[in-house]
């Protein structure tokens, strides 16, 4: 009686610890996935918050872009020394620039201890260092227009005299509902065809750039709102 006994007992004693391991598992699952959806739900949130915030830069890029191409027609068909009266806020164009602020905080938290890889889509992942990286490529493009402008086109425009007017309405230095539909001279040369050439290229080659970051997030957003929804 002594053997069956025993082995009974060995028999509850393994059932005991499956039964122990298997808990410990879904517990540990059960972790996994809370954490994983937390996580989700503040990529979702600054995706959110980053497609907003890009889709009013470029339409500050577009609305920029369109007073430079004013001012660039106007010098390329007009002979040099030719006048003509604009709107103040179109030479302000040529120095009112906008940078993105963009919230990263929760992406590169996970980036910095490594847990990115805990995300359990291999897709959303690479969609997420991949948009990352787009958007640090857009950054440093504005950066780029910006240093044109303070470091290039300002002082182009204080030597042809058109630097008062133009911080005059530029934010946050000049009061720019009051004077941006004023009516200033422009006169056309040479320098103002090059200055509002190259800085359409520069507004242009940033837009693109943050059309590219935007098309990428929201495809990010779409993965994330599939994950969330599992």
């Known amino acids: 009686m002594g053997f069956p006994r025993a082995g009974t007992e060995i028999v509850i004693v393994v059932v005991g610890i499956l039964i122990a391991f298997g808990l410990d598992s879904w517990w540990d699952s059960s ?4 954490w994983e959806r937390s996580q989700l739900e503040l990529l979702r949130d600054e995706a959110r918050s980053n ?12 609305g920029t872009a369109n007073d430079v191409e004013v001012i660039l027609t106007f010098a390329t068909r007009e002979q040099s ?3 003509i009266n604009m709107k103040n806020r179109v030479i302000t164009s040529l120095i009112k620039w906008r ?3 963009l919230s990263m905080g929760a992406l590169d938290a996970l980036l910095a201890s490594g847990e990115l890889g805990e995300i359990s889509s291999s897709e959303l992942r ?9 958007a640090l490529d857009a950054q440093e493009k504005e950066n780029l227009a910006r240093d044109f402008v303070e470091y290039v086109i300002t002082a182009a425009l204080s030597d042809e005299g058109y630097i008062a ?3 005059a309405a530029r934010p946050p230095y000049g009061n720019f509902d009051e004077l941006e539909n004023r009516n200033i001279e422009i006169r056309s040369s040479t320098k103002l065809r090059s200055l509002s050439a190259a800085r359409l290229g520069h507004i242009r080659m940033a837009t693109r750039s943050q059309n590219n970051s935007l098309e990428a997030l929201r495809e ?4 994330i709102d599939s ?3 599992r």
Not at 126 to 134: E, F, H, P, V
Not at 220 to 223: D, F, N
């Open 31 to 34: 972790k996994q996935l809370i």
């Open 51 to 62: 497609i907003e915030h890009i889709e009013s830069v470029i339409e500050q890029h577009e």
């Open 227 to 229: 994950e969330l929804a």
């Open 165 to 167: 007017p133009a911080y």
């Open 81 to 83: 020394g030719e006048v």
């Open 220 to 223: 990010v957003l779409t993965l």
């Open 126 to 134: 690479s969609s997420l260092t991949a948009w990352r990286s787009m």
């Open 99 to 101: 940078t993105s602020e």
